[in-house]
């Protein structure tokens, strides 16, 4: 018997799941978890709002934070096609050397991860009191 290859949404939701799980289940000190949902739930308005390079280099300048790190890492894993050899700290600089066409199908690929993060943040990462109210 053959199972069904997933759809590219369902490889997107367990992608996402698993990088937030990762985030969840961390242990180390500080506000990692919070920052993430933080980072996460701005991510999508903001690359529609400022575009996807904009977007990716506001988070560049801020890499320095444990969370806005292991969020540029888990965009770069999404495999989106032209950055598929990316990594977290070099996907802002891939982006911008991207062709029209190709930055158009990763704004668009991106944003979908960026949804599907969006849900596993909401699912698995509980808000801080007020936190849901400023990002509904």
Do not use: C, F
């Amino acid at each position: 018997m053959s199972t069904k290859p997933l759809l590219r949404d369902q490889v997107r939701a367990n992608n996402a799941y698993t990088a937030v799980r990762s985030i969840r289940d961390d242990r180390s000190p500080g506000k990692l978890r919070e920052n993430y949902r933080t980072e996460v739930m701005s991510l999508g308005p903001t690359i529609l709002r400022i575009g996807l390079a904009g977007a990716l280099s506001l988070l560049e300048g801020r890499a320095k934070n444990p969370a806005v790190d292991r969020l540029l890492a888990h965009l770069a894993a999404a495999g989106v096609v032209g950055l598929t050899n990316a990594s977290g700290g070099d996907l802002a600089s891939k982006v911008r050397t991207l062709s029209a066409a190709d930055y158009m199908l990763a704004t668009r690929e991106l944003l979908r991860v960026a949804t599907w993060l969006r849900r596993a943040v909401q699912a698995l990462v509980p808000a801080e009191s007020g936190q849901e109210q400023r990002h509904a």
